[in-house]
C-alpha cells in the first residue's frame, strides 16, 4: 500500500532542535516533489518547506535560516532538520507528496515547542 509514514518530533525547549522524517512506503520518492506542512492549534495549515526531485529546496519566511531539508534516496526518506525552534513552530507537521495527481500525506507529526 502506498504510503508516507513519519517520524520524529516530540516536546522540545525554545531554541533546540528536531529532526523529522517522512518515508515512503510504495511511492517512487526520488522521482516526485516533497512539501511539509504544518498546522497550529486553530489555525490553517500552512505550506513550509520544499523539496523538488532536482534537488532545488524552497523555504516559508517564518522558518527561513532555521530549518533545512534534505532527500536520502536509498532510504526513501526526506528529512526536515528544524534548528532554533520557536514557540510559534508548535504544530502538527505533515509531509506530501503528489504522484499522478494524487497527493500522498503523512500521518503527521507533533511538535511542541516550549520556553
Known amino acids: ?3 508516507l509514514v ?4 516530540g516536546l522540545v525547549q525554545a531554541g533546540g532542535s528536531l529532526r523529522l522524517s517522512c518515508t515512503a512506503h510504495g511511492i517512487d520518492f526520488r522521482n516526485n516533489d516533497v512539501d511539509w506542512y504544518r498546522q497550529a492549534p486553530g489555525l490553517q ?6 523539496l523538488t526531485s532536482f534537488g532545488t529546496k524552497d523555504f516559508a519566511d517564518s522558518v527561513s535560516g532555521r530549518l533545512t531539508i534534505a532527500r536520502d534516496i ?3 526518506t526526506v528529512y526536515l532538520e528544524m534548528n532554533s525552534l520557536k514557540y510559534e513552530d508548535t504544530g502538527v507537521y505533515y509531509c506530501t507528496t503528489m504522484v499522478r495527481g494524487y497527493a500522498y500525506w503523512g500521518q503527521g507529526t507533533q511538535v511542541t515547542v516550549f520556553s
Request: charged residues 30%; without cysteine; proline residues 0%.
Open 74 to 76: 536509498d532510504k526513501e
Open 1 to 3: 500500500q502506498a504510503q
Open 45 to 50: 495549515r500552512e505550506w513550509v518547506a520544499g
Open 6 to 9: 513519519q517520524s520524529g518530533g
